[in-house]
């Protein structure tokens, strides 16, 4: 099993460019989130999807939008990038009760120029 | 507003000796706590949890700690070793909230000095 894992690794966007970052579990999770994390910040949730179907937003989600593929991918879209955009993005999954851990893909560093 | 707190950016302490990380929390909503522990370039790894129904909970080398009534908890890792530095993230989620989200604190980092 992979796990999480994200597309890409790393990306430069100069302002006002547009970009998807990718998120893919294959632990038939049903909850799939995506965090943004600045330095001495700790992460930040900016949505969330708990099935299928379903989005929510989260604590910063202004800038973004996100797309639940399917159960097993979950989209998070940058329609005009900012420099305040510029962070680490953390796509995880989890189980569907409360006490499941949350399981983190590696993280996607964005700069924003 | 920052609902979890982790008032300490950094600890340092002896290969062997404990480590002990502190969280508190302000929403009396949260009923589930976990730590995560992060290295340099990678994503967040889960640690251990604790139900609000416990006080304790055992795994290891680490247990956490809840107080309730304090609205505080705390990770102790014992003995330290340096494989442990890393960033230690406390979080918090509520079962009331739709998809369980999780509330970070900002971090504590770790250093284990041999």
């Known amino acids: 099993n992979a796990g999480v894992t994200q597309t890409p690794k790393f990306q430069v966007l100069k302002t006002g460019q547009s970009m998807t970052l990718q998120c893919a579990q294959d632990m038939n999770h049903n909850s799939m989130y995506w965090y943004r994390q600045d330095p001495g910040m700790g992460l930040r949730l900016i949505y969330y999807?708990?099935?299928?179907?379903?989005?929510d937003k989260g604590e910063v989600p202004n800038g973004y939008n996100v797309s639940r593929l399917n159960k097993r991918e979950f989209s998070l879209r940058l329609e005009s990038a900012a420099p305040s955009q510029t962070s680490v993005y953390f796509c995880?999954?989890?189980?569907?009760?409360?006490?499941?851990?949350?399981?983190f893909g590696p993280g996607t560093r964005l700069t924003v120029l | 507003d920052q609902q979890v707190k982790q008032n300490s950016p950094s600890l340092s302490v002896q290969e062997g000796r404990i480590s002990i990380l502190n969280c508190d929390y302000t929403n009396s909503m949260f009923d589930y706590f976990l730590w995560y522990k992060k290295y340099p370039a990678e994503g967040p790894t889960f640690l251990i949890s604790i139900s609000s129904i416990k006080d304790k909970n055992e795994d290891g080398r680490f247990t956490v700690f809840l107080n309730k009534s304090a609205k505080h908890l705390s990770l102790h890792i014992v003995p330290s070793q340096p494989g442990d530095s890393a960033v230690y993230f406390c979080?918090?989620?509520?079962?009331?909230?739709?998809?369980?989200?999780?509330?970070f604190g900002k971090g504590t980092s770790l250093l284990v000095t041999p």
């Open positions: 995880a999954s989890s189980g569907p009760n409360v006490d499941n851990e949350q399981f």
């Open positions: 999807s708990a099935s299928e179907g379903t989005t």
């Open positions: 979080a918090a989620s509520a079962s009331s909230n739709s998809g369980y989200a999780l509330n």
